[in-house]
């Protein structure tokens, strides 16, 4: 008997060859893709869409990638039965994952037959009761403050000023999204639980000089550089402007942000810091408080 083991010559080895379905399905997603930009074009150069897929946003810089950032949530849109208008007003970008409002969950839940429906709301406890059309099977989600108190939510202001439509919010998402994951094909998050994650560490540098600058540095001694960047620190963040804040009102009044309160806990909500008043708002963040509250337009 020999101990010799036969030694197999692994480049006479046939890959396997690409299915003529998956071939298929690539030809038919990429002439969607071309459709899709096409379309996404079209529309990333008017006003009707939200601002982050205006090519051309008023007063503002070119957004070059706005045709491409357009294309994609109307292909992404296109998987959940959403038209190309529908997908750029409901689907965001939230920390670089998609996301549509809990309320767009639900149009599809039912526009695919399944019934869904509130059983309680209150400020203190909203319930949400789904039943699937195929099977009967039945889904409850309930959602009090309690529960988002031990689940850390109640950092977001807005559970303090508008709790019920906030509690309303997550049984939404929570019966659809463990009900009908056929219909949101596995999308695990609404565009409200993406907003309770915790932001990114933000890292500060220092830029630290080195030769004859980075030993006035060590010995603490002031040269005309280092004081005006003093000065530049102690000025503090450039403001909102007049112009800028009356658009930031009106734009308030257009998605019913009408009360004082609301208002500031929303603007605390989105900029993830503490905002007494609008005239707090820095510069830098005008454009990103736009872009929300453009994609709540009614």
């Known amino acids: 008997m020999t101990t010799e083991l036969a030694v197999q010559d692994s480049t006479n080895i046939a890959l396997p060859e690409p299915s003529d ?37 008023e007063n503002k810089k070119e957004n070059p990638q706005a045709a491409d950032n357009a294309a994609a949530a109307i292909l992404y849109g296109a998987e959940l039965g959403l038209s190309a208008v529908q997908s750029l ?51 409850v989600s309930t959602w009090t403050i309690e529960r988002a108190k031990v689940a850390g939510f ?40 993406l907003e309770l994650e915790a932001p990114p560490v933000k890292v500060r540098s220092e830029r630290v000089r080195t030769g004859a600058a980075g030993l ?3 010995l603490g001694v ?18 909102i402007s007049p112009a800028q804040l009356t658009k930031l009102h009106a734009m308030f009044s257009n998605v019913g942000l009408t009360n004082r309160d609301e208002a500031l806990a929303w603007l605390s909500n989105i900029l ?27």
Request: glycine letters at 6%.
């Open 272 to 298: 993830e810091r503490e905002v007494a008043t609008s005239k707090d708002i820095h510069a830098d963040e005008v454009d990103r408080l736009f872009a929300e509250l453009e994609t709540e337009q009614p």
């Open 21 to 57: 379905d998956a071939i298929g399905r690539l030809m038919r997603q990429a002439d969607a893709m071309g459709a899709a930009r096409k379309i996404g074009n079209a529309l990333a150069g008017t006003a009707m869409v939200p601002e982050i897929y205006q090519q051309y946003p």
């Open 222 to 239: 002031k040269d005309d550089e280092s004081v005006a960047e003093a000065a530049a620190a102690d000025a503090g963040p450039t403001l």
């Open 216 to 218: 006035r540095d060590a």
């Open 89 to 139: 007003q409901n689907i965001f970008i939230v920390r670089g994952k998609p996301a549509v409002y809990s309320r767009t969950m639900v149009a599809q839940v039912l526009v695919a037959g399944h019934r869904v429906e509130e059983v309680e709301a209150t400020p203190t406890s909203v319930t949400w009761r789904g039943v699937r059309r195929d099977t009967g099977a039945e889904f």
């Open 154 to 193: 109640l950092s977001n202001k807005l559970y303090a000023s508008i709790p019920t439509e906030m509690l309303r919010a997550k049984c939404q998402s929570e019966v659809c999204r463990t009900m009908a994951p056929d219909v949101l094909l596995g999308m695990a998050f609404s565009r409200e639980d």
